[in-house]
């Protein structure tokens, strides 16, 4: 089995290179994978041994021929540029994410690939209320101060609904990186509709943590991280591991259709932006959302930072998924959020 993996050079491109080039020196994995090939435009450092790298950009047709080559046909392709942080605005791949997006799947589509894995953000169901993983001691609300009258009980629960897959994509007017993977999440509704022969698998991925992806802890130890409201808001992360294996998971099973990538309402080893601004040794009263919003406008217009201030707003705000689907199909995450985020900590 040959497998091209477009967007090679990003952390989670790496990371699932490394992971699927070890299976080819395994004899028991089945199918076998044979060849693994990269796409990307940067360059892929350091050289991995044993991937075939290509270096064009996404919309450059000369790559497009190695799809099906004669000596080695490509038999899937995973795409997983839409899963990733943000970049700066110096070199902000967002505004051109969709155009490179729809251009592999087009391709891969038009050269009869026997599966298609597209790897996007959650980002893309837009903006929610606080979810129901924040916990509440009785007489407190989520900024520390006191609740409403009324409310008994030792712990509290915010009233919320887990995002299913049949949710409504309403990224469109959250932010621009929010905004890219829901055009893209409107494409494969309209390409999955038409397509009869290549098994479409896509994954919508909560943030991604651990040793290769610290752009959270960065971001916690520059900005303020306690918004006012959402100071007992669970963050919704996996570790870097079981995001691998959702998508190992799609490789070797034929998965068509929708799954979303996240803890979901398994509440053990969860963490709070409390907890997050205690990691990165914050000790400050929980700001406004307008604050923190216009300090990340500030720092990404003026000095070239990889968080715009939409995607503030979608991060604080992101609403919690529901993974029962995937892990019906097989899937069985080993870790937890806090373990992901302590390990993006210690890197």
Aim: hydrophobic content about 45%; charged content about 20%.
């Amino acid at each position: 089995m040959h497998i091209l993996i477009a967007g090679v050079a990003s952390p989670t491109g790496r990371l699932l290179a490394e992971t699927l080039l070890a299976e080819t020196r395994l004899a028991d994995t089945t199918p076998v994978i044979t060849r693994v090939t990269g796409l990307d435009s940067r360059p892929c450092l350091p050289p991995l041994a044993g991937l075939h790298f290509v270096r064009a950009r996404f919309r450059q047709p000369e790559w497009t021929p190695l799809l099906d080559s004669t000596d080695h046909p490509v038999d899937v392709v995973i795409l997983v540029t839409g899963a990733e942080w943000p970049a700066s605005r110096r070199r902000s791949p967002d505004a051109t994410l969709f155009a490179d997006t729809r251009f592999v799947i087009d391709a891969a589509l038009a050269a009869k690939v026997r599966k298609l894995i597209v790897v996007n953000s959650a980002a893309l169901y837009g903006t929610s209320p606080p979810n129901p993983l924040a916990m509440h001691r009785e007489g407190e609300s989520s900024s520390g101060r006191a609740a409403l009258p009324g409310i008994k009980g030792e712990m509290q629960r915010i009233s919320s609904v887990y995002l299913t897959e049949s949710a409504p994509v309403r990224g469109h007017e959250a932010s621009v990186y929010a905004r890219a993977r829901a055009r893209i999440a409107d494409y494969l509704d309209v390409i999955s509709a038409q397509n009869t022969k290549t098994i479409m698998t896509r994954l919508r991925m909560v943030w991604l943590c651990g040793a290769r992806h610290t752009a959270l802890a960065r971001y916690a130890q520059t900005d303020p991280v306690l918004v006012r409201g959402f100071a007992d808001h669970a963050l919704d992360v996996i570790h870097e591991q079981d995001a691998i294996a959702a998508i190992r998971l799609a490789l070797h099973h034929d998965l068509p259709g929708i799954y979303n990538v996240g803890y979901g309402a398994d509440a053990a080893g969860q963490i709070t932006f409390s907890d997050l601004a205690a990691l990165a040794g914050q000790e400050r009263e929980p700001v406004s959302l307008t604050h923190v919003t216009l300090r990340a406008w500030w720092r990404w217009r003026w000095r070239g930072k990889p968080m715009p201030p939409g995607f503030v707003r979608a991060f604080v705000r992101a609403g919690p998924l529901d993974a029962q689907k995937l892990r019906a199909a097989g899937w069985s995450p080993q870790y937890t959020a806090r373990a992901a985020v302590l390990e993006a900590f210690r890197t």
